[in-house]
């Protein structure tokens, strides 16, 4: 076995081995070992709170107890525990917070992969849980533990989470995001959509910059802390690239406001039209009183292409994405040419196209350098512009911008080939000599990355910037190097992620907490948290494997080509109950496969046919094979570490479930004489081919069991 990564659990397997070592022989020091290791395997297991660690801490003072009597296993013992729970302190507190162990060494505590994917560690099985049993509201409450706008990524999330999903080892990955949606929406308009309880007003300020995911994110968890916060913006609308840069077909503005409304009702004030650095400064904030700042500025400025006649056609017809975007979301409605071409590849380039289409272009042409499978976009996203009818040009590489002298006329381009370079996986265009040819346009948008707009900050004197140009912070709690100052979001990212923003911001927020109450920064990023262990949803084998990702209905192709109208549009009821009835529920399944090993190798049955956690024998998985040949011995669910495989007898049967999967049921046999239980046809069987010779078990005519058989024998 691997020598486990968990201080926690390594602790353990060293108690014990001292226990049972024979070496400690002091019987006080036995019993002070005996108590620590009950106290750790309740850490370990999920059963314990914060006064274990300070009992802890007690007993290891005990091995002191009587100086001459004190055995020296026993202080060896007591000072390597000192120095485990000092070295490893955040790990011992993290497993009591979160109620995770991210090294999974913890059987009982290991979290599942799709909370783990989640840049803001949402406690995805329970919020998908509690979705699947009708109770949105409940399921919005978790999800905003850790992330203010689920409706918005909902929409818009890239899902990490789906990508680790391990649903998708049997068919299709859960349809996370879309469930967050519809549970926020249902929620909101029950009036279910709530705050939380905030703490009173705790007379500290706090100034975030940029009310953009990763400012709208960190203002919420410091306002519920009790903190007053001011965000200082200079568009006239919040969001950030939500609302200025995501068009309103993904994302319609209305689930933006009202996600920020719930935020601003939390007493967070917008200060809407104010550019950091320009209409206020630093010292003007810190002379009204803030001690703490927030820089969430993102990445606004766009890369230019660096080709001919960029700049002799700048707004004579070449435009860069980031400013298309945001004028059109502010109210500009002029199509940006007849005929449009957009240079690059990721999903700004297809926002740019499709948004192009819906304003009147009457040909949208992406040009990419390389081919569509290299494309960074989201393969959904570039489907959809497909079928709206953008139209590609792969291995496309632009060299000039012509124009007539008053306007753009065409990009000319050379054709590309991809080359693998020595020593890289990566393949590079690279210009084919002798095929420039002219793509006819009256509009180009570049669409190849943006940076962060430094200016206004300089302010800042004391932090640090990386050679990306973004700022420098501690990634476990988004701290820069100048005191009272933390950033996150795309400012200290890079161009990323509307979650990444949110679970930057919200580590900044509790980071900034820490700061006003002079504690100490964590050192290790932060695990997770498992807010519930929610009951698994019982159901069929058979419905468990029918149920299948519902196809998500579009909007009509012939609006989608000219209306901003929301393209996606969103599962029915029944739809969303059902897909998040598909969930595996890995918060409770570590899958470990010993259940499978087990019943296999110890028991010579193999009814277990789980492929999607045996990588040893690939078979598909169908939980409908189990009652097959299962025969219900249970020696599955009494070897599982985490109760995620249960045996149980009900209503005259007996039932094994896997996470709420019915695997197999079969009826029990009772004795003809007591009426003892004696267990399904099935299992007698198997129990009687395994101990002919040994003992008769049942009367050849009738079904008895063994004492009444031995009744039966004695008369
Ligand atoms: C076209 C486009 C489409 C995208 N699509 C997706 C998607 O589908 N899914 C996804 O997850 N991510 C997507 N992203 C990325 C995502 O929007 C960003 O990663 C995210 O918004 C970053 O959040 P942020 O809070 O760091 O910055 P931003 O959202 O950029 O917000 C920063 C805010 O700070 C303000 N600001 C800047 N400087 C100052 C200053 N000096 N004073 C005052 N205010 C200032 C800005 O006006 C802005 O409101 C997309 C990005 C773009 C451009």
Not at 533 to 557: G, V
Not at 584 to 593: M, P, Y
Request: with cysteine; aromatic share 6%.
């Amino acid at each position: 076995m691997d020598k486990p990564l968990c201080p926690v659990h390594s602790t353990i397997l060293y108690l014990s081995d001292q226990l049972d070592s024979g070496k400690l022989k002091d019987p006080k020091s036995r019993r002070i070992s005996e108590h620590i290791l009950r106290l750790i395997e309740e850490i370990s297991n999920g059963h314990a709170d914060k006064e274990h660690l300070h009992a802890i801490d007690e007993l290891i003072e005990e091995y002191h107890h009587d100086k001459e009597a004190a055995d020296s296993v026993g202080l060896e013992i007591g000072k390597h525990l000192r120095e485990v729970l000092t070295k490893d302190h955040e790990t011992f507190q993290s497993h009591l917070e979160t109620g995770n162990c991210a090294s999974m060494d913890c059987i009982r505590l290991a979290p599942s992969p799709c909370q783990m994917a989640c840049p803001a560690g949402i406690d995805i099985p329970t919020y998908l849980s509690l979705i699947g049993e009708g109770k949105d509201a409940e399921a919005i409450e978790v999800i905003r533990h850790d992330n203010p706008l689920p409706w918005v990524c909902g929409l818009v999330c890239t899902r990490p989470c789906e990508l680790m999903c391990v649903r998708a080892r049997i068919d299709t990955p859960v349809s996370i995001k879309f469930l967050k949606a519809f549970a926020a929406e249902k929620a909101m308009s029950l009036g279910q959509y709530k705050n939380p309880p905030q703490e009173p007003l705790n007379g500290k300020k706090v100034c975030v910059i940029g009310a953009g995911p990763a400012g709208l994110s960190a203002s919420y968890y410091l306002a519920l802390m009790g903190y007053q916060v001011r965000i200082i913006e200079s568009l006239p609308v919040p969001g950030g690239m939500l609302m200025v840069g995501i068009p309103r077909y993904r994302l319609p503005r209305e689930v933006i406001d009202r996600e920020v409304a719930m935020i601003e009702s939390l007493g967070v004030e917008i200060c809407y039209n104010t550019r950091f650095g320009k209409d206020v400064t630093l010292d003007s904030l810190r002379k009204e009183g803030f001690e703490a700042f927030f820089i969430a500025i993102g990445a606004h400025k766009s890369y230019t292409l660096g080709i001919e006649g960029e700049d002799t056609y700048k707004g004579k017809g070449v435009i860069d994405s980031v400013e298309f975007l945001r004028r059109v979301a502010l109210g500009d409605r002029r199509v940006p040419g007849r005929r449009v071409v957009i240079i690059g590849g990721g999903n700004v380039a297809i926002d740019a196209a499709r948004t192009s289409l819906r304003l009147g272009a009457e040909s949208v042409t992406i040009a990419y350098r390389r081919t569509r499978s290299e494309m960074p976009a989201d393969i959904e996203e570039i489907e959809h512009a497909e079928e709206e009818g953008v139209e590609f040009s792969f291995l496309t590489i632009p060299t000039a911008v012509d124009g007539d002298g008053k306007k753009t006329t065409g990009l000319k381009c050379l054709r590309a080939e991809l080359i693998r370079k020595e020593d890289s996986d990566r393949l590079y265009p690279v210009p084919v000599e002798g095929s420039d040819y002219i793509m006819e346009a009256d509009a180009i948008i570049s669409a190849i990355g943006q940076f962060v707009d430094v200016e206004g900050l300089e302010a800042f004197t004391g932090i640090k910037w990386t050679r990306r140009g973004t700022i420098e912070v501690k990634h476990t709690c988004m701290e820069t190097s100048e005191d009272g100052v933390f950033a996150a979001g795309d400012a200290v990212t890079g161009p990323a992620t509307v979650i990444e923003a949110i679970g930057g911001g919200k580590r900044a927020a509790e980071a900034i907490d820490r700061y006003f109450n002079k504690m100490p920064q964590p050192r290790i990023p932060k695990v997770p948290v498992r807010y519930r262990r929610e009951k698994s949803i019982e159901m069929p084998a058979s419905t468990k494997m029918a149920l299948k990702r519902p196809e998500m209905p579009m909007l009509n192709i012939e609006r989608r080509r000219i209306m901003f109208q929301q393209a996606e549009l969103g599962y029915t009821e029944n739809m969303v109950r059902e897909e998040a009835r598909r969930c595996l529920r890995c918060d409770i399944c570590r899958r470990c496969g010993k259940c499978i090993d087990v019943c296999r190798d110890k028991m010579g049955i193999g009814a277990l046919k789980f492929g999607y956690m045996d990588f040893d024998h690939p078979v598909e998985t169908d939980f409908r094979k189990t009652s097959e040949t299962c025969i219900t011995c249970g020696a599955c669910a009494a070897n599982c570490p985490n109760e995620a495989i249960v045996i149980e007898e009900k209503n005259g049967e007996r039932i094994l479930k896997l996470c709420g999967t019915i695997l197999n049921r079969q009826k029990l046999l009772y004795c003809e004489s007591c009426n003892a239980v004696l267990g399904p046809a099935k299992y007698l069987d198997y129990v009687k081919d395994k101990t002919v010779g040994v003992a008769k078990v049942l009367d050849q005519k009738r079904t008895l069991c063994g004492a009444c058989l031995r009744k039966k024998g004695a008369f």
